[in-house]
């Protein structure tokens, strides 16, 4: 007679045995994943942390630091922090908290006068800083534009290229640095505006281009802008850096506000990471301005879905601090002076690192330096000359010589000039030659 222990047994054994022919010949669903190539400013960072010189200057991080190299808590952030505590902010509805980060946003980008904020006529969702902005903005476009493609300008910040790839949206570039006079490529970037297909989409730095940091003139803004009115074209704002370009919140946004009043239907993707100092809160927003108050309604509600399926409810203690300093006329003020000041101390280091470099009778042209605005200085170092800066100074950068002048002090900058005109020099007779050529071009 079988018994039952017998028949269990069994059981486990042809189990056990399905098990190992089943292990032998399992999908193997990730073995074909490679790793990701790092993220160029973390691995600087992680390099600039194990490095153990005394001597050693980050300057690749864009977001500010203070005269001491450390970062900084505005005060008016910390007046917002404590005008919101107490609050039950973990039991606040997020749409209430996100509604009053973004209506005082669209004030801050488009005007608190604007007709068309009062009429509605914006559409706006908070967003997770200026990227989640960006990547919010793509997913819009790929769902409702499906054929179009986007202009970026050359360059751009990198991850412009990873969010819009990411929506498998084609991207194209325009011109805009020339490499020759360190400047704005103007008459190539118009023959390009000109030459996309009409009502191409283009995304524009309206200040303290990244990594740049060459703005058009104003008239130059006028001329594009009227050439996107002739080609219909949609202009897309990445505006990390509103205040930080002038040292004026409402002189950074006029390109915008331009754009507005010569009547072009925009799109803008906000951030408060870099001009408030919050980097790590992700507070952000994308706006869309609409033909009408009906049109934003829809808009609104789609980024809403689009948003919701990517990450759900956003953040809710960040926008508190954001829109209490937006929304309180004294806090406000305070943070406009602190952004002036910010603006300030980044301006002085770069006549302070130009003049050291003119003082060591360097033959090169320093004059982009001081020229430039903004967070970044591009400084045209060749790869292997950000290399050497790093092997044998303990400078640490971009490999496209992009300078965070956030991280250059009173008590660095002669250092860092002197390793800039080490670095250089052995390359005399080529920056030799661009500058004459700049100069007389």
């Known amino acids: 007679m079988i018994t039952i222990g017998v028949v269990m047994r069994s059981y486990r054994l042809m189990g056990t045995s399905r098990l190992m022919s089943s292990s032998a010949s399992a999908v193997k669903w990730w073995d074909h994943v490679a790793p990701a190539p790092k993220d160029p400013i973390a691995g600087l960072t992680e390099a600039f942390l194990a490095d153990t010189s005394p001597y050693k200057i980050n300057l690749g991080v864009g977001a500010y630091r203070d005269d001491e190299g450390k970062p900084v808590v505005l005060q008016c952030v910390r007046e917002a922090n404590a005008k919101i505590a107490g609050c039950d902010f973990l039991e606040t509805i997020p749409h209430a908290v996100s509604t009053k980060l973004v209506e005082e946003s669209i004030k801050l980008v488009y005007g608190n006068d604007s007709d068309f904020v009062e009429e509605t006529k914006v559409a706006g969702v908070q967003a997770l800083s200026g990227t989640g902005a960006c990547r919010l903005f793509a997913e819009f476009q790929k769902k409702f534009c499906p054929k179009s493609q986007i202009y970026f300008p050359d360059p751009t910040w990198s991850c412009h290229h990873k969010i819009w790839r990411e929506a498998h949206i084609p991207q194209r570039t325009f011109r805009y640095y020339d490499l020759c006079s360190k400047g704005l490529n103007f008459t190539a970037m118009m023959d390009d505006i000109k030459n996309a297909p009409d009502g191409s989409f283009f995304l524009l730095h309206p200040c303290a281009h990244n990594p740049t940091g060459v703005d058009p003139t104003e008239e130059q ?180 010589g992009r300078i965070s002048m956030a991280g250059v002090t009173t008590g660095n900058v002669n250092y860092l000039a002197n390793a800039l005109h080490e670095v250089t020099r052995f390359n005399q007779e080529s920056y030799v030659l661009t500058s004459l050529r700049s100069d007389s071009g």
């Open 221 to 400: 803004w006028r001329e594009i802008s009227h050439l996107f009115k002739v080609k219909n074209h949609f202009p897309f704002f990445d505006m990390a850096y509103q205040g930080l370009a002038s040292g004026d919140l409402d002189r950074d946004a006029q390109v915008i506000r331009k754009f507005v009043e010569d009547g072009h239907l925009v799109g803008c993707a906000q951030s408060f990471a870099k001009n408030m100092g919050l980097y790590g809160q992700r507070i952000g927003c994308l706006s869309v301005l609409c033909a009408d108050a009906k049109q934003a309604a829809a808009i609104k509600s789609q980024m809403q879905q689009i948003a919701g399926a990517m990450y759900g409810s956003p953040p809710v203690l960040g926008p508190l601090l954001v829109s209490a300093i937006l929304s309180d006329p004294d806090i406000k003020a305070l943070w406009a002076t602190e952004v002036k000041a910010m603006t300030e101390r980044i301006r002085r280091m770069r006549i302070n690192l130009r003049e050291s470099l003119e003082k060591l009778d360097s033959p090169l042209n320093w004059e982009q330096i001081t020229n430039q605005v903004g967070m970044f200085f591009f400084s045209g170092l060749t790869p292997d000359q950000v290399d050497c800066l790093r092997r044998e100074f303990h400078i640490f950068m971009n490999p496209d």
